[in-house]
């Protein structure tokens, strides 16, 4: 199956409109193996759009379960998408991720599961996250 098609699958069983913006926002992402920012993403989209229309589409996918935010260097938010399992505001992300101190690019390790931690009562968890620096496989 090819990318195109993957989007269009991934939008219909997320119960999202199929438009030519968020099909090539998609297709984007599944072409990289690391995080994308709204900088990024400016930069890659060839089809019409201002800066309002990607963070809508980009706010819709994070609503919908198909991307997670990603932290960067500079605490700045970046997106990856979802590994399945995750819906409309309940997403399953609690993997780690690492950026790399060369290229700063933020990749999802969808295979290390963030530890589980227990906390007192008199903290209540919202969410967690786990980040690892260093250098990644294309800066080695
Ligand atoms: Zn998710
Ligand atoms: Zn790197
Ligand atoms: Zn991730």
Known sequence: MNNHKLAEDLLTSHGLRRTQIR???LQLFMQQDHALSVNDLEKMVKSSHDRVTLY??????????????????????????????????H?????????????NQTYCLQEVKI?????????QLNSVS???????KDCQ
């Open 23 to 25: 099909l090539e926002i």
């Open 56 to 89: 809508r589409a980009l706010n819709s996918f994070e609503e919908n379960g198909i991307l997670h935010q990603t932290p960067d260097k500079s605490g700045n938010m970046r997106y990856a998408l979802c590994a399945e399992g995750c819906s409309g505001h």
């Open 91 to 103: 997403h399953k992300d609690e993997h780690a991720h690492f950026i790399c101190d060369e290229c």
């Open 115 to 123: 530890p589980d931690v227990k906390l007192s009562d008199d903290y």
């Open 130 to 136: 786990y980040t690892m620096n260093g250098i990644c």
